[in-house]
């Protein structure tokens, strides 16, 4: 079975600053897809990354970047240039190759961005 | 992006009525929605997987009986709480991915509904 694990509750950082929010993974396929969301107070969830199992390349979308290390099962976001808007819940999901499959979350991360 | 509405976005009502929340992908077509549970500062839980023109897939611990799902057309699913209890308060969200979409498409989400039982 599929499990994601977010180990850091809550993170703070300074307005301007990077930062990382960890998350790992467990499968037994080959072939998935990890994807990052940000969910703000108001509950809506937003797309922010998706990294496939094969992709060479690590993720990238303007301030966030997915550092991906396949081996240690590890899909990290790091945002840079930390923004007080950044402040939210960070969701590390994962879905494995069948279709249909839903995604399944890990606990997320509360970060706060203090300026 | 796809859009994914949900109705009602907030709804209070009295323990032991039924609430029927509705999900709608407003342009792609969803053979598969799936619903979420989140409970204050939590994680989103799933509990169903809902498939046009078939019975919802219920994860481990979800009531059927409870929580009823109907996936009549390719672009509305609904979840209907029955006999509703103040624990059964939550957020409620869910899910549509393009029935044509590959392994790197995300899953798009409605904006929640808030519910809350008295």
């Known amino acids: 079975a599929q499990k994601i694990t977010q180990t850091q509750p809550g993170m703070f950082v300074q307005e301007k600053e990077a930062v990382t929010l960890d998350c790992t993974y467990d499968?037994?396929?080959?072939?998935?897809?990890l994807f990052w969301y940000k969910q703000p107070s108001s509950g809506e969830m937003i797309f922010l990354l998706y990294?496939?199992?094969?992709?060479?390349q690590n993720a990238t979308e303007g301030r966030y970047s997915l550092n991906f290390q396949k081996a240690r099962k590890s899909a990290n976001l790091v945002i840079s240039a930390s923004q007080l808007g950044d402040s939210a819940m960070y969701f590390c999901?994962?879905?494995?190759?069948?279709?249909?499959?839903?995604?399944?979350f890990g606990k997320g991360t509360r970060l706060s961005v203090i300026a | 992006g796809a859009v994914v509405s949900q109705h009602p976005s907030r709804v209070i009502c009295k323990s032991g009525t039924s609430v029927k929340i509705e999900c709608r992908s407003l342009?792609?077509?969803?053979?598969?929605m799936f619903w979420y549970r989140q409970f204050p500062k939590q994680s989103l839980m799933l509990m169903a997987t809902?498939?046009?023109?078939?019975?919802?897939?219920?994860e481990q611990g979800v009531e059927k009986d409870k929580f009823l799902i109907n996936h009549a057309s390719l672009t509305l699913s609904t979840l209907t709480v029955t006999s509703a209890h103040p624990e059964d308060s939550s957020f409620y969200i869910c899910?549509?991915?393009?029935?044509?979409?590959?392994?790197?498409?995300?899953?798009?989400f409605g904006p929640g509904t808030r519910l809350l039982v008295l």
């Open positions: 899910s549509a991915r393009d029935r044509l979409a590959g392994l790197q498409e995300t899953q798009y």
């Open positions: 499968t037994s396929d080959q072939s998935y897809g």
């Open positions: 990294q496939g199992s094969y992709d060479e």
């Open positions: 999901a994962m879905r494995e190759r069948k279709r249909n499959t839903p995604l399944v």
């Open positions: 342009d792609f077509q969803a053979t598969t």
């Open positions: 809902s498939n046009e023109g078939s019975k919802a897939t219920y």
